[in-house]
């Protein structure tokens, strides 16, 4: 290597360890707002007659609380709509990890004449997106009554289910309550996580809906990934040769494995690198030599869940290329694991979730909590080690690593 590249090198390095030290004296913990959806259309609404109800399920998939301090109607026309009272959502108010709450809207029309409308909800929170705005949309129609595809229930949440497992089915039934018959097009699931959902219908395309028939679609979930999970049911239909749909909620929540899983530590005495992974392929291709240079395990572990728990903070992976150590590193926390994409951009994010853990209090994990100490080696080959043992940490210490994480016995995470 030339004695400029190493001299690059001994920049970058210097770099990493002081946007890795102003992250460590952050706050790692921080609030993420999930939406169901952003868009609610309510189709042709009578004036004077409520719309069907319209929820948006809001969830927090962060690691600290998620503070709402505004929930406000605006836009062109607000007082066509309203926020019904069996909204959960309030503001001020407050989400844990995980927690969610409902914003259920409705198109009340109050103009007499015929013409589109529209509004907004806007939610205002702590989170890194400071505000969201929900879209509200739908035509005032003079010549009906009422509602025409009115579903019961309003819409189908799913709940937990474990991920990759079906659940049992949901039925909602579809009845025309106006006083005109309509026929009926394409049922469809549209949108967000559709594939995770599964549909079957005796609502039939021609089928002619009379005043207070009915027809029913049944559908199961299957989420494919823990956390939230949402689509809509996509209801077409015609009369007097005018097209519309109609839009339904489907929500469901993957829920993650609740065993946790081993996290194996690496060594390669040639680079002199620690590495670190529960992946069985990965362990077994590390075991097996099949590496430019050997790894070898050290005996040191701990265990971690692979998807969401109550409580838990992702753990993101990034591999940094060879100008910045051919190496890993593994981010506690959305702040941290965002701030060192946004510093570091030659990085690669392998995993955003690679793991999850807890994250420590004031540098003290929760009883029944196993303390995890980071630390750096601080040389132009950036390396991290990972460990649960002090005298280890201090030993690295000793030997030139710098020590970094939380509190006075500087803890960067906590195991379970």
Avoid at 87 to 112: E, K
Avoid at 199 to 217: E, I, K, P
Avoid at 336 to 357: I, K, R, S
């Amino acid at each position: 290597m030339s004695a400029r590249a190493a001299e690059v090198r001994s920049i970058a390095c210097g770099a990493l360890a002081l946007a890795l030290a102003a992250l460590n004296a952050a706050a790692i913990a921080a609030p993420v707002a999930h939406f169901s959806r952003t868009t609610l259309p309510f189709s042709y609404i009578s004036p004077g007659y409520p719309s069907p109800l319209q929820p948006v399920f809001v969830t927090n998939t962060g690691d600290a609380p998620l503070a709402l301090s505004g929930i406000v109607l605006g836009g062109l026309n607000p007082g066509d709509f309203v926020m019904a009272g069996s909204t959960t959502c309030t503001a001020p108010g407050s989400l844990a990890p995980g927690q969610s709450c409902r914003i259920d809207a409705q198109m009340m029309p109050v103009s007499p004449r015929d013409h589109a409308v529209s509004a907004t909800i806007t939610v205002q929170s702590n989170a890194a997106v400071p505000s969201t705005d929900i879209t509200l949309t739908g035509v005032v129609d003079p010549a009906l009554n009422g509602p025409i595809l009115v579903p019961a229930p309003a819409y189908l949440d799913f709940g937990p289910q474990p991920v990759g497992a079906q659940s049992a089915p949901l039925t909602m039934t579809i009845t025309n309550r106006a006083s005109i018959p309509f026929a009926i097009g394409q049922y469809t699931l549209l949108g967000g996580d559709a594939g995770d959902f599964a549909m079957s219908s005796n609502c039939a395309t021609g089928q002619r809906l009379a005043h207070d028939q009915a027809c029913t679609v049944t559908v199961n979930f299957t989420p494919s990934a823990a956390g939230p999970r949402a689509t809509e049911l996509a209801a077409q239909f015609s009369f007097a040769g005018v097209d519309g749909f109609e839009r339904y909620s489907i929500t469901g929540t993957g829920a993650g494995a609740a065993q946790p899983v081993t996290v194996v530590e690496y060594y390669n005495a040639v680079l002199d690198h620690y590495f670190i992974t529960w992946v069985p392929a990965e362990q077994a291709n590390l075991d097996a030599g099949n590496t430019p240079t050997k790894w070898t395990r050290t005996g040191y572990s701990f265990r971690v869940y692979t998807a969401a728990q109550a409580g838990t903070s992702p753990v993101c992976r990034y591999y940094l290329p060879p100008l910045y150590g051919d190496s890993h590193f593994f981010g506690r926390g959305i702040v941290e694991c965002n701030g060192t994409g946004a510093a570091h951009p030659a990085f690669v994010l392998e995993d955003p979730a690679f793991m999850h853990v807890f994250l420590p209090t004031a540098g003290v994990c929760a009883p029944g909590m196993v303390n995890v100490y980071r630390v750096f080696s601080n040389r132009a080959d950036a390396n991290h080690r990972y460990m649960t043992d002090r005298a280890v940490r201090d030993q690295m210490v000793a030997r030139g690593w710098l020590a970094e994480g939380d509190g006075p016995d500087l803890v960067v995470m906590c195991a379970v």
